[in-house]
């Protein structure tokens, strides 16, 4: 692959599948393919700038927004960096702006791993690895946080998929409550929410929803897809302007860190050595 090196581009293949990683770029995985028809917003990875116009990049310690860039924790008040332009808040967490490395590949499964030491994005050390493991069917993904820090540490995963927009894309899934948003795009109450299933076009969602049941069905004329994952919210995209949408496995609602008890909320706090693990599965098929 021009203009990237074998260490920061690999690729798996099984069937029908292939799957091309980024792990220089955040991790991310740059292509899903299923008989080269894209199953998540695709580009070949010597074309793929950054992490943001990836097809899927992990979210970890936090997913969505970090309200204004601070938080308190334990008794004490933090502020992290600006991690993206013309945004009063942090998002999506560290991970996703970091360059992973391969730890270990076989024929079909792939680790990456990464170490973030605190620093002015994040206070707190952690290390998490990443499994993708790809049979002719599906994708699953893994994500394994470890607190490396002495001190107890707010911990949230995460995966922020984009899948392509096309004619008769629907999306169904069942859930419990909405969490409606302020001007400033932070949840601030929370409204029943009996389920999703609409064509995404008539959809105009940003939103994090609890009581997931942890699967999505996602079809269009092309391809039927069945989103699972152990998490138990997910956050549902449905920009109208955009040739995607998202519907993203999330640990916790978003900003949980600022709200009275973030651990209702999802918001796991990590004593120092203990892992918080995850996984992801895409599965794919013809209609």
């Known amino acids: 692959m021009s203009g990237v090196s074998a260490q920061a581009a690999s690729e798996l293949r099984a069937g029908a599948l292939r799957l091309s990683l ?27 700038a950054s992490a943001r116009a990836a097809a899927c990049y992990p979210l ?14 334990k008794g004490r008040s933090y502020e992290v960096a600006a991690n993206v332009d013309n945004e009063p808040h942090a998002l999506h967490g560290v991970g996703w702006q970091r360059r992973w490395s391969v730890k270990q590949r076989g024929d079909t499964a792939l680790t990456l791993e990464f170490t973030q030491g605190g620093d002015n994005h994040w206070p707190f050390a952690f290390h998490v690895e990443q499994c993708f493991e790809l049979t002719p069917q599906a994708l699953k993904v893994t994500l394994t946080a470890t607190n490396i820090d002495a001190r107890t540490a707010p911990m949230g995963l995460g995966w922020h998929p984009y899948f392509p927009k096309r004619a008769r894309s629907r999306i169904h899934l069942e859930v419990a409550a909405r969490w409606e948003t302020d001007a400033a795009k932070l949840p ?12 995404v076009a008539v959809l105009d969602f940003d939103h994090c929803f609890d009581g997931w049941r942890g699967e999505a069905r996602l079809r269009d004329e092309r391809l039927s897809l069945r989103l699972a994952s152990s998490l138990e919210r997910a956050v549902v995209y449905t920009p109208r302007d955009k040739p ?7 640990s916790h609602v978003n900003n949980a860190i600022h709200m009275a008890e973030p651990a209702r909320h999802g918001l796991v706090a990590l004593a120092p050595g203990e892992s918080l693990g995850a996984w992801m599965r895409i599965a794919v098929a013809r209609p």
């Open 188 to 199: 601030v109450r929370s409204v029943a929410q009996p389920g999703i299933d609409a064509d």
């Open 22 to 48: 980024r792990p220089d770029l955040g991790g991310a995985i740059a292509g899903l393919w299923f008989d080269e028809l894209p199953v998540l917003r695709s580009t070949e990875p010597d074309g793929l």
């Open 244 to 250: 995607y949408f998202c519907v993203e496995p999330v």
């Open 60 to 73: 970890v310690p936090y997913s969505n927004r970090l309200g204004y860039r601070r938080f308190a924790w």
